[in-house]
Structure formats: C-alpha cells, structure tokens
T-cell receptor, first 107, second 114 residues
Framework: GQQVMQIPQYQHVQEGEDFTTYCNSS?????IQWYKQRPGGHPVFLIQ?????EVKKQKRLTFQFGEAKKNSSLHITATQTTDVGTYFC???????FGQGTELSVKP | DSGVTQTPKHLITATGQRVTLRCSPR?????VYWYQQSLDQGLQFLIQ???????AKGNILERFSAQQFPDLHSELNLSSLELGDSALYFC?????????????FGEGSRLTVL
C-alpha cells in the first residue's frame, strides 16, 4: 500500500538557523498536506499543495510539491522558538501521514 | 478550538476490555477520519467515513470497528484490548470531496490499557 516517508526524524537547531523536512511517497500523490503538532497538542493544518511543482509561502515557511508529485518539502527560514513541534506531511485520498519531523529550537 | 469534539479525553481500562470513543465533527463536515498515535509514533490512519459510508480503510485491526451515524458523529469501538493498544486516538473531520481538504483534528482520546 501507499507509504509516506519523512526525514529527518529529529532536527535540533539553534534559533535563527534554517530547517528543512522532506517527504517522499511510494506512489504519485493527488495532493500533499502539511500539519504541525505542538507538544501535547493535536495536529493543525498548515497548507495543501495539489499542482506539480507548486511552491507556496507562508511568512518564513516555504512548501514545495515535486514535479513528479511524489515528494514534498517544508523549509523554515530563521527558526524561532515558536516553531518547536512535530511537522507532518500527509498525502493521497486517505491522507496517509508520514512519521513526522520533530523540531527543537535552542534559544 | 477546531470544532471537533472527542470524548472521553482520558480512559484507563484493563486488558481484554472494550471501549468506545466518540467523535462529533465540525458542523457541516461530512467526512470523519480516525488516527492512532502511539508514543513517538506518527499518525496511523485507521478508517475514514463519508456521509455515513465507509470510504477508506487503513491498518485497522479486526478487534477495532467504527461507524458514522446519520447525525454524522462517529464512534470507534476497540475490543479485546491489549497493552499495545495504549495510544492517543484522534478523530478529524473535513468537508470531504477530492482532494480531501483541510483536516480539523479533535483534542484526542488518550487510552491507557493496564
């Protein structure tokens, strides 16, 4: 069945450094979504990408959907302590989630 | 507040028992998803309902079952519980359709099996 892999599993950065998490699917995806889960919280929707090669920006966050619609990335510029949490990608009709990348930011 | 309500928030029970988790979706949302999140694990897709009908199934155990009622609330039934079933169970809702659209997650039901 469809699998969605995410790397890295953990990322520790100094505040102000950039951060990137990558998402890869075993199959072509009709869409990709990104969520953020703060410690002790529930996942919160960030964005959805549906077009091949699509790039979307939200302030310091940049999201990309690969040309083949099998991979995606989330890049955060100049991380802040408020960025702490686990970032998940999810794709396809069933919205299969990746394992997530846990981001910690050292002030 | 996502608008999705899950009850109970916490549940402690013994092995072999049966529990029911309840989810009320956001007003107007037709689709309900159930996910299981174990310690240090991602979100495992269990099952999806759309307007009362099962739409997609994930790695849901045979001991688990779910349904969506005419008023669109959903219940996840877990039976013959094992220690490994201890997890956070999330319900999420969306308007539905294709692509799925934004999922709104509830606060989750934390199940502890002793």
């Amino acid at each position: 069945g469809q699998q969605v892999m995410q790397i890295p599993q953990y990322q520790h950065v100094q505040e102000g450094e950039d951060f990137t998490t990558y998402c890869n699917s075993s199959t072509t995806l009709s869409n990709i979504q990104w969520y953020k889960q703060r410690p002790g919280g529930h996942p919160v929707f960030l964005i959805q990408l549906v077009k091949s090669g699509e790039v979307k920006k939200q302030k310091r966050l940049t999201f990309q959907f690969g040309e083949a619609k099998k991979n995606s990335s989330l890049h955060i510029t100049a991380t802040q302590t408020t960025d702490v949490g686990t970032y998940f990608c999810a794709g396809g009709g069933k919205l299969i989630f990746g394992q997530g990348t846990e981001l910690s930011v050292k002030p | 507040d996502s608008g999705v309500t899950q009850t109970p928030k916490h549940l402690i029970t013994a092995t072999g028992q049966r529990v029911t988790l309840r989810c009320s979706p956001r007003s107007g949302d037709l689709s309900v998803y159930w996910y299981q999140q174990s310690l240090d694990q991602g979100l495992q897709f269990l099952i999806q309902y759309y307007n009362g009908e099962e739409r997609a199934k994930g790695n849901i155990l045979e001991r688990f079952s779910a349904q969506q009622f005419p008023d669109l609330h959903s219940e996840l039934n877990l039976s013959s519980l094992e220690l490994g079933d201890s997890a956070l169970y999330f319900c999420a809702s969306s308007v539905g359709g294709s692509p799925p659209g934004e999922l709104f997650f509830g606060e989750g039901s934390r199940l502890t099996v002793l």
